[in-house]
């Protein structure tokens, strides 16, 4: 039974999907038969050590000491998808990143002190918006893709991308922790179909349009969009360009409301989640190279820490029972 | 908190503000690239031809902008046209993402902009109509990088002569070639974008109804490509209309792989779905080489 406060199961799908969606809009490497088969199996692979954790999920107790650690990963995770946000503006030349930057950091002030039920609702909002769109995708596009392409030639890796790109392992088990027994279950399972399935599915749709243009070095999903216009008059990147900063600004906010902790004032918990939020956006905007560690933050803290936790759990209460 | 989200949203609205009249969205442009790069565009809103210089290909908006006042937007080119080699410009153009991937591209032989100032340019409804009825395949900026990154290194550019519209092979170092009409509508033909197609054969015209063309390639050191499938026609298809079409689909094979070693068909793709090991790994010149010693036929069902 749902109490007020808790998530739904839809709003815990729509939170987890669009974590992993975001980077989605922001990749940089063109679409290709492998990375599509790349990408489903290191879903598979995510899929099964998150989905066993909600059979344990009420031995999750994450301790004080370990929870500080999860604010900081979910900072940190705040800003390296900030750092995406801003790769996305360049790669679509847009002319005023900096102010766009400037006006979102305005704008978390006051989306990150609501409530995180208001991030959940945005969340369901955006995924019925981006559901209408991908909808539309293959209707504008069916005519011209080639299935041929998939046969396209590339030998690139993508498996360490992909650890990177699932900003959402880290949080799973926070957002789990806001569900009920029923509706965590559901939002994993729906999260799970997304990733295996429905991403790899948009991914091959792409390669079958844009199979060729590996050389290009600019968005391939917007490419996409632009290479399927719904008519000669009728493009619909404006408003994926909408919703991909929606998403992103979403997202960041999620970050840092988990990364807020529950003390007396308000400026206080802004001032906690907001100081290593500025921090680590400071370092991955000075120096880049940090942004590698992404993919194992993501091990760490979404697979290894929660799994310590529950075997810890498991052990402790069999030498308590014995 | 309130007043920061009221002037938070007044920031959002008014930063999209932009003054329309102050903004040209070209429709045609024209590049000479030799140095100094010359530039010519039209625009609907304006009569007179924008014509600028500049020391690279990439410095057209500011060009433009300092040639007419106005802020350029290249968003909305439906053509291209280049004097030359068209391959360095349209690159450049795609990377820089300043034209719009479904920008149809012609190549003349010399002074694009003095065609584009004298009104000799084909409009792109031409190239859109050839399109569309199956004397040229559908060229469209994203198509002819395609071909040229991920085929053989050679695309095909439509191209405007004396004698009209045509396809011109091209790599990056030069022109190849040009193909014949028969060459030409055999590609149109295996192509997707052509909305009615009719030829004549004996003092009949036939018109297309449906095909199931398939390319098939088999062989390892020897490749052999074969073109199979069935057309139908109104009226039904004679054996004198087939070798008709068996005509332009041989002459679009022969004129494209086996003469120039160019891939416009996703030959390679075909050839690493039959498992051609060789294909999947050499280069562009080996698949080139390959293309150009490999056997090829056609077969019609009717």
């Known amino acids: 039974m749902q109490t007020q406060g808790q998530w739904s199961a839809v709003q815990g799908a729509a939170v987890m999907i669009l974590l992993r969606l975001f980077p989605f809009f922001c990749c940089g490497t063109a679409f290709s038969a492998a990375e599509a088969k790349q990408m489903m199996l290191t879903a598979a692979l995510h899929a099964a050590l998150i989905l066993p954790l909600l059979h344990f999920r009420h031995r999750l107790h994450i301790p004080a000491m370990l929870l500080r650690g999860f604010r900081l990963c979910a900072a940190f995770e705040g800003a390296y998808l900030t750092l995406r946000l801003r790769q996305l503006c360049l790669q679509l030349r847009l002319q005023h990143t900096k102010a766009l930057l400037l006006m979102l950091l305005v704008m978390l002030l006051c989306t990150v002190s609501l409530h995180d039920r208001a991030a959940a609702r945005t969340a369901m909002l955006l995924l019925c918006l981006a559901a209408f769109g991908f909808l539309l995708l293959p209707v504008s596009g069916i005519g011209t893709a080639q299935r041929i392409l998939l046969h396209t030639p590339d030998s690139a890796p993508h498996f360490a991308q992909e650890w990177a790109d699932a900003c959402e392992l880290p949080l799973i088990p926070l957002i789990l922790q806001k569900q009920t027994e029923s509706a965590a279950k559901r939002s994993a399972y729906a999260w799970a179909a997304f990733r295996i399935l429905f991403l790899p599915a948009v991914v091959l749709f792409g390669t079958m349009q844009n199979g060729r243009l590996r050389r290009f070095q600019g968005n391939p999903f917007f490419l996409l969009l632009a290479r399927t216009p719904l008519s000669d008059a009728v493009r619909t990147d404006g408003f994926w360009m909408l919703l991909a900063f929606g998403c992103g600004a979403l997202c960041i906010t999620f970050c840092l409301q988990t990364a807020k902790p529950h003390l007396h004032t308000q400026r206080r918990m802004l001032a906690a989640a907001f100081l290593p939020y500025l921090f680590f956006l400071a370092l991955l905007l000075l120096l880049p190279q940090a942004a590698a560690v992404t993919g194992l933050l993501h091990l760490l803290f979404g697979i290894l820490i929660p799994w310590g936790i529950i075997l810890y759990s498991l052990l402790f209460d069999r030498r308590e029972s014995a | ?302």
């Not at chain 2, 395609?146 to 191209?159: H, K, N, P, R, Y």
């Open chain 2, 1 to 302: 908190m309130k007043r920061l989200e009221i002037l938070l949203c007044a920031a959002l609205l008014l930063c999209g503000c932009t003054d329309i009249r102050r903004r040209l969205l070209p429709d045609i442009l024209a590049v000479d690239p030799e140095y100094p790069v010359q530039f010519a565009a039209h625009t609907s809103q304006e009569t007179g031809i924008i014509s600028a210089e500049a020391e690279t290909a990439l410095q057209m908006p500011d060009a433009l902008r300092n040639a007419s006042g106005a802020e350029i937007s290249t968003g909305h080119l439906t053509m291209l046209a280049v004097s030359g080699n068209p391959c360095g410009v349209l690159e450049s153009y795609f990377q820089a993402q300043m034209l719009a991937p479904t920008c149809a591209v012609l190549a003349v032989p010399a002074d694009a902009c003095g065609l584009l100032r004298d009104g000799s340019l084909p409009d792109p409804e031409q190239l859109a109509a050839a399109a569309e009825t199956g004397l040229l395949p559908d060229r469209t900026a994203d198509t002819v990088l395609a071909d040229l990154w991920g085929g053989s290194g050679i695309t095909a550019v439509c191209s405007a002569d004396a004698d009209g519209l045509t396809l011109a092979l091209w790599s990056e170092s030069g022109c190849c070639g040009t193909l014949s009409e028969d060459a030409c509508r055999g590609l149109a033909l295996l192509g997707k974008r052509k909305q009615s197609f009719a030829f004549a054969a004996d003092g009949i015209t036939y018109r297309l109804e449906s095909d199931t063309l398939q390319i098939g390639i088999t062989g390892a050191d020897t490749l052999h490509i074969r073109i199979t499938g069935t057309i139908r026609t109104a009226p039904p298809l004679t054996e004198a209309a087939g070798s008709r079409l068996s005509e332009m689909l041989t002459a679009a094979l022969r004129e494209t792989a086996s003469m120039h070693g160019a891939d416009l068909l996703f030959l390679r793709e075909h050839a690493i779905r039959s498992g051609i090991s060789a294909a999947r790994n050499c280069s562009q010149e080996d698949w080139r080489g390959l293309l150009q010693s490999a056997e090829y036929s056609v077969a019609i069902n009717r």
